[in-house]
Structures are given as structure tokens and as C-alpha cells.
């Protein structure tokens, strides 16, 4: 679970798949990469940094650069890789 103290309470529930979704879909909204890359470091940090790279693939100091640290700027095949652990599926949700 996320620390309160690395990230402020999001509005929406992150303990879903839905609420995850949910979330990031309305940063997509924005098209502002900043937004969606926080909006993904939101759920990253709700599932927990170190599950989260095990199940990537990607180490934590790429997950921090890519989705937690102000200004990330994933690149795209590490963006799909975050959506696809998370349960976005980018061409059904967003196509």
C-alpha cells in the first residue's frame, strides 16, 4: 500500500482494477504525459514499488524515474508494460 507520505490521497478507489483504470484513463484525458505518468505512478505506489518491478520486469530505479519522481517521462514500451501489469488494456480501453 502506497505511503501517505510519498504521495497524496487520489479521489479515486486504487484498490481495483476499475478504480485503477478509471484513474489513469481521466489523466489520458488531460494529454499532458506528466499527468499519466503520475496518474501511473499513483497505482504503482498503491500496489507497492517492489511487487511492481517484480512483476514488470523493470527495476525500482526505472519505476521512480519513469512514473514516481515529478517530470517522468516513460518511454512507450514502458508505459504499455506499467498498463499491462496494472490491467489497462491500452486498445480496449482507449481505442
Do not use: C, W
Not at 483504470?21 to 484525458?29: C, D, G, P, S, T
Not at 517484480?54 to 524515474?65: D, E, H, N, P
Amino acid at each position: 500500500m502506497a505511503s501517505q507520505a510519498t504521495r497524496p490521497l487520489v479521489e479515486r478507489d486504487l484498490d481495483t482494477v476499475e478504480g485503477r483504470a478509471a484513474h489513469i484513463k481521466a489523466a489520458f484525458k488531460n494529454s499532458d504525459p506528466r499527468a499519466i505518468a503520475k496518474a501511473v505512478g499513483d497505482v504503482i505506489l498503491e500496489i507497492g514499488v517492489k511487487e511492481f518491478a517484480a512483476q514488470t520486469g523493470l527495476s525500482r530505479s526505472a519505476i521512480y524515474k519513469a512514473f514516481v519522481r515529478d517530470g517522468g517521462n516513460p518511454t512507450l514500451t514502458t508505459l504499455f508494460r506499467a498498463l499491462d501489469v496494472i490491467g489497462v488494456d491500452f486498445r480496449e480501453d482507449f481505442g
